[in-house]
């Protein structure tokens, strides 16, 4: 399990003063209110903690002032960087709800006992999730994140059951 959760990227710089847009990853983009700092993490590299100055919305953006990051010629080296939150800091779970990044290197087993592969990724449609499940020596499988596949997340054991419906490995 992560420590770290992640709430944005930036997708280009906003302005002259260093104002950066960011594609929120969070359920509710309102999210930015509540928070007060960001890690920001390009290329796998972590470049540091930045505390959130301001917040505006636009569209299905957010426009946030880093402190710190005061002209447009900062802002724009920072553009396709990930922003993280402390786990602790996350919104708070309901009951069958997780955090992406918990779902991502979860195990994957059949409900016949039989290992199907590993969770490489998690497509948001809207009406529901798909997990992408990476199997050894053959095509990736996209399940639907609905009850009929998915039979049981065990956070704990890193491990998810799921019943396959009917051409779902034929697609």
Known sequence: MTTDLRVGVITKSHGIKGEVKVYPTTDSPFRFDEITHVKLVLHGKEIGDFKIGSVKYFKDQVILK????????????????????????????????????????????????????????????????????????AKDVMIPAIKQCILDTDIENDIMTVHLLDGLLDL
């Not at 708070?92 to 779902?103: F, M, R, S």
């Open 66 to 137: 880093l402190k710190g990051i005061d002209d447009i010629s900062v802002a724009e080296k920072y553009k396709g960087a990930d922003l993280y939150i402390p786990r602790e800091e996350g919104a708070e779970l309901k009951d069958g709800e997780y955090y992406i990044a918990d779902i991502i290197g979860m195990k994957v087993v059949l409900d016949t006992g039989e290992t199907l592969g590993t969770v490489k990724d998690v497509l948001e449609t809207g009406a529901n999730d798909v997990y992408i499940v990476e199997r050894p020596g």
